[in-house]
């Protein structure tokens, strides 16, 4: 397990239209088949080694930034990504990517602007590879 950030994606965000919310979550596959990481309003999944975006119990955010890394895999890991937002009725998809020939330390980072209020920030993430051991951390900072 990684976590914390040492720059969490929120230091982006200075001044007018600072981020109010702040979550993050951790998993380390040992195959490459998919995993999904939910970072939620009031908890994660895996709900160990991450804390939720909203614990204050505050306005649905609509709006920020995203940061997902890869860190000391057993080998070289491709990742392809899904990162989707959920008002906890329907689910949008938000960013999608594919990293080939990537290396086992990996650092992704995107932009959130929706019309709803967010109660969960999905990633799923599939690693490529023979990695047997995938440390994957998340982390989101939202207006």
Request: aromatic content about 8%.
């Amino acid at each position: 397990m990684a976590l914390p950030f040492a720059s969490p994606i929120s230091q982006c965000m200075p001044g007018f239209g600072a981020p109010s919310y702040y979550g993050s979550a951790t998993q380390t596959p040992t195959t490459t088949a998919a995993v999904t990481i939910t970072i939620g309003a009031t908890a994660t999944t895996p709900s160990t080694g991450g804390t939720g975006f909203n614990l204050s119990g505050g306005p649905a955010p609509s709006s920020g930034k995203w940061h997902l890394r890869v860190t000391n895999a057993t080998s070289t890991t491709t990742v392809a990504l899904a990162v989707q937002v959920s008002d906890g009725t329907n689910t949008w998809t938000v960013a999608t990517f594919s990293a080939s020939g990537a290396t086992g330390y990996q650092d992704y980072n995107g932009d959130i602007k929706t019309d709803i209020g967010i109660t969960s920030v999905v990633f799923v993430v599939t690693p490529g590879g023979t990695a047997t051991s995938i440390p994957i951390d998340a982390e989101v900072s939202l207006t």
